[in-house]
């Protein structure tokens, strides 16, 4: 980086917007950068409803203010016009407008607003707006159409920046966006290295600790795929079928009927040989006792687990889908399948598992690039020059306010 707009002259303050209660990888990533771009120069505070995240934040020791906000609908939600009364679009941007005249109320006290999840996209725009505040709009969303998919560009054509976490992400945004860098996230390579896996942890994983262990690590969601990770495990053959899988993860998004159903069949199709271990926080010792990490989802950003496996030294297969074939090349740093095609899947299972050289040259290649291409430092440096440029333009943009009122 070069120039003066990449340094901050001085602390930059940022009011962090979420409507989002609970910590996932992206969560989880937002609170790991906030004391690395502090010492940038950059300080989040985060404006949040009370729960898990605030929770999570205010215990890494970073500042945080409660601000209630409207419910909204389901953003994530395709499907054009057709797919919801006219009046639910009306009711959604009522309920915008009155999140953003209480975001706009804190944001006068901030250099700039981050806007850091979905639902407060729009309304973090709108309330930056109108404090006259730089604003940022950070997305790790895939939105493949409808009402959410408009409100999500019609913030970032009006924020002053935006970040995608992969270019899969930024290409959802349309041509309007504004000032859109992809800044992939990072990982910690120091946390996530490979080494020996702890056997007490394995046993934990699996009732039968010497078979081959594969493992799907996030929330457990219909869009992530377990389903189809639990059909393409019934499907295996040979020495391969005595494979194990640990499902390390919770509910997010879903409902306790979809997670009912899951278990239900997992549980039919594989017996013992499946274990639903819920979330963990040892997730570098989970990810060192398996021998492969599979993504199978069919709308996956970015795909946190899989960097961080390959960090690890575990091979990984993924899903053509979404971010994930920007950083897992098919045959040399993991395998990828197409969503949503147990077959596929489990012949790439059969494939991997049969073959100790091939993991053992995907494992070391994913090693390489998360050293070469994935080091937190440079993601740091990335995203507060983002505030550094917002925040050096608004003078500018001020003045010319101010010219125009005259």
Do not use: C
Not at 108 to 130: C, I, K, Y
Not at 144 to 172: H, K, M, P, V, W
Not at 179 to 185: D, E, F
Request: glycine share 10%; aromatic share 4%; net charge positive.
């Amino acid at each position: 980086m070069t120039g003066v707009e990449d340094t901050p002259a001085r602390p930059i303050s940022v009011l962090v917007v979420s409507h989002a209660v609970g910590v996932w990888g992206a969560q989880l990533r937002l609170i790991g950068y906030a004391p690395h771009l502090a010492e940038r120069g950059v300080r989040f505070t985060l404006a949040a409803p009370p729960g898990e995240l605030a929770e999570a934040w205010v215990e890494a020791g970073l500042p945080h203010v409660a601000l209630e906000l409207p419910p909204h609908i389901d953003l994530r939600r395709a499907g054009g016009t057709g797919s919801r009364r006219p009046t639910a679009a009306l009711r959604e941007a009522a309920a915008q407008l009155r999140s953003a005249r209480r975001i706009a109320a804190l944001a006068a006290g901030f250099d700039v607003v981050l806007s850091f999840n979905l639902q407060a996209h729009l309304e973090s725009v709108l309330a930056a707006r109108r404090a006259r505040r730089p604003v940022v709009v950070e997305v790790v969303d895939l939105v493949r159409g409808g009402l959410g998919l408009r409100f999500l560009r019609l913030a970032t054509a009006l924020a002053d920046a935006t970040i995608a976490n992969s270019a899969a992400t930024a290409a959802t945004l349309g041509p309007r966006a504004r000032s859109v860098q992809v800044i992939h996230p990072g990982v910690d390579l120091e946390r996530f290295a490979p080494g020996p896996a702890d056997a007490a942890v394995r046993a934990q994983l699996t009732a039968v600790p010497e078979a081959p262990l594969v493992g799907i690590v996030g929330r457990v969601d219909p869009r992530k795929g377990v389903g189809v990770l639990v059909e393409a495990m019934a499907r295996l053959e040979g020495p391969a079928a005595e494979a194990r899988l640990a499902v390390v993860g919770d509910v997010g998004i879903g409902t306790a009927e979809d997670t009912a159903a899951l278990r239900a069949t997992a549980h039919r199709l594989l017996g013992d040989r499946i274990r639903f271990v819920g979330r963990r926080r040892d997730v570098p010792e989970i990810l060192r006792a398996l021998d492969v990490l599979v993504s199978a989802s069919y709308a996956e950003p970015f795909g946190r687990a899989l960097l961080e496996a390959q960090a690890s030294g575990v091979p990984v297969i993924g899903t053509r889908s979404g971010g994930v074939p920007e950083f897992v090349e098919d045959g040399v740093t993991g395998l990828l399948v197409p969503p949503l095609d147990p077959a596929a899947l489990a012949a790439a299972l059969q494939r991997l598992l049969g073959d100790a050289s091939l993991r053992d040259r995907l494992a070391a290649a994913g090693r390489a690039q998360a050293e070469r291409r994935f080091e937190l430092a440079d993601r740091y440096d990335a995203v507060a020059a983002v505030y550094a440029r917002a925040v050096a333009r608004q003078p500018r943009r001020a003045r010319r306010n101010e010219g125009k009122a005259t």
